[in-house]
């Protein structure tokens, strides 16, 4: 089928402004966002820039905004994003961060506020001979919460992220969760009052976008939900 | 501009960063330079598992996994580095573990573990439980804690920095690496007293491949542009179970949970070609198989494809034990697993060959304790040899643990020990990279790069893939002379110093050629057939004159000198391999 892909362009060597660019290209309803925009990249314009890696959703390279929602661009198909023949798909680079060219953005604040947070297991028990116990019960609390792939996706469409730029945000604060409810962490004492701030936990409203945004399906705002609970409880006992 | 480190690793994936984390706890300042930002390495995409006798679920043992590893080797892995990746692993896993790896548990806590195709108990009586995991996300999880906890020991990273040259003194000592910022542009110099390339594999040689876009062997064709030898380049794996057309993986656990391969007619074909293991038969012999079915008519629809039915596992083992590869079936074939078989065709998968090295990660010129000082290699880049003619499953991701490992440790005690100077700079060491570069951004005239990969990667798929021939392996060098002198006129469009990624696709072409030819040529120089490597004109493994490992020169443009190497064998003679 026919489409009309429609990309917001920039590049702050020759551009003062980003600019919208228009290509018609031929495609399968199977293909992938991705495989539109390697297609535009390979045989109509080589300068098109984006990020690319595993093509199937695990490497969380390619998250971008797609028809105005942040999705990664492997993980969804023609046939979700246009009705017929001749309809327009949109890609634009996640929203609020500094672009650097095209659809690829700076992820530098991103990955300081998850360096942030004391993302490792922090244990004082020295190690048994064998593995941490633990049971899987304790393993399902954490479950869903590794599935991260750290794609930027929720943050990027965080309201409060969008009106606070120094908020820590769900990615980072769905990390600290991991590992703080992780029954081999003994680190909360020193993670929690991180995400127990001015910055962290409290910004979050509830708002549901990171759910929405989040193309692992992961319950972000749950485990959200159960941290701030936690924090709170150790405030007290404090 | 230049940079100055101990130790600069390149890549980080699974062995990079167990390399840069263990060099570093040993006290060396280490410096990670990875062409994307590290998490988004392939190592990533591992799925089913990592293999180690734990021995959580059922009695197993390292001699046993030894074994396993050297049978599904087909007799060239080499065995005392077998048996120290299988003595390794157990207490490797349990380090992981303590790092923090979310691994998926037991009733009684432990580790859990599976079957994969194989891993045997007691020298090949049945199908062991030996493949530890994370649901099916292995890679991610053991890629993500590694990252974490390389951030918590502060390894100095360069994200986005692609390597394209290594330094070497004229006395043949590598000292550095030249890199390229992909955001400004620059070439810069890395100088180092140690160097190890971790750059993964090059699937990307193929049109059909589980890899990442970005696995284009890059360190490997470094190496044998500097004059440096590759081992065993005729084995390339093919996974059996791609998902069809598009070569996204489904991890061999679909099969170590129950599935079963099923063909038009409905019939579970493995049961004929490997009767004790059936389905969990090593990659290669189904990879085989799913062909033979596919020629005599017996793909689906008598197409070239065949199903993998996991119905009968059920919802709860698919969306608990194999979500990932159930939301792949999903997503990008519209078919749900639990109540449809998924069509897959094998998929190239894994570079078995690679830089030679020795078990501690050293890089060898010309066969045993011929070490390049300074220069490390681990990883799918590298070839130890553990995995011979073909690997097993959940292998590589212990291989890259195990010896990632086991290279850190090495370099950082030969600093203490030594306490090396660098060796200083040779002068322009990146005049061959500037000259690369500016002649493919000075081009004005040519086909695109995307046009000339495509013919290299079909002429690979149809005529160096799962069977050869002579026939098939001549009509492809013809090919690749062809695509060789396409492929340095290739014209970019992008001409900026930001974030040029187009530019860097022209390199790549480049390494992907000299692979494909360093491949194609290894596999008509070798006459016989042995593990991933099907000659169906010399269909018989030839122990008399191949067992011996393959070492590659490239000599020049277009020439090429083959030498070899003895394989070492400690307990297991050379037997039929049957399953």
Known sequence: MNVKVKIKRFNPETDAEPHWETYEVDVDPMDSALSVLLHIKWHIDGSLTFRKSCGHGVCGSDAMKINGENRLACSVLVRDLVKGEGDTITFEPLPTAPVIKDLVIDQSRFFEKY?????????????????????????????????????????????STWADPDYLGPAALLKAYRYTFDSRDEGAEERLPVVDSREGLWKCYTIFNCNEACPKEIDISRWLSALKRRAVMEAAAR | MIFSHDVVIVGAGGSGLMAALYAKEGGADVAVISKLHPLRSHTGAAQGGIGAALGNEEEDHWLWHAFDTVKGSDYLGDQDAIEIMCQDAPRTIIELEHYGVPFSRNKEGKIAQRRFGGHTRNFGEAPVRRTCHAADRTGHAILHTLYDQCVKNQVRFYDEFQALDLIMTPEGVCCGVVAYELLTGEIHVFHAKMVCLATGGYGRVYKTTSNAHASTGDGMAIVLRSGLPLEDMEFVQFHPTGLYRLGILVTEGARGEGGILINDRGERFMERYAPTVKDLAPRDLVSRAIYQEIREGRGINGKDYVYLDLRHVGREVIETKLPEIATFSRTYLGIDPVKEPIPVAPTCHYAMGGIPTNYDGQVERAGRGSIVPGLYAVGECACVSVHGANRLGSNSLVDLVVFGRRAGIHMAETLRKEGRKKEPLPDNPDRRVREMLEDILSRTQGEPVAVV??????????????????????????DLKQIRERAKRVVIRDKSKRFNTELMDAVELGFLVD??????????????????????????????????????????????????KPVTITRFQPQERKY
């Not at chain 1, 004391?118 to 393993?139: A, G, Y």
């Open chain 2, 453 to 478: 990969r495509a013919d290299l990667q079909q002429t690979m798929m149809d005529n160096v893939s799962v069977f050869r021939t002579e026939e098939t392996l001549n009509t492809a060098l013809e």
């Open chain 2, 515 to 564: 692979l494909a030819e360093v491949i194609t040529r290894s596999a008509l120089n070798r006459t016989e057939s042995r593990g991933a490597h099907s000659r169906e004109d010399y269909p018989k493994r030839d122990d008399e004159n191949w067992l011996k490992h393959t070492l590659i020169y490239r000599e020049g443009e277009g020439e090429y000198r083959f030498d070899y």
């Open chain 1, 115 to 159: 360096r942030a947070v004391k993302p490792w297991l922090i244990t004082r028990t020295p190690p048994p001979e064998r593995e941490r116990l633990q049971s899987p019960e304790e393993f399902a609390l954490i479950d869903d919460a590794t599935k991260c792939i750290m794609c930027g996706a929720c943050t990027h469409a965080c309201p």
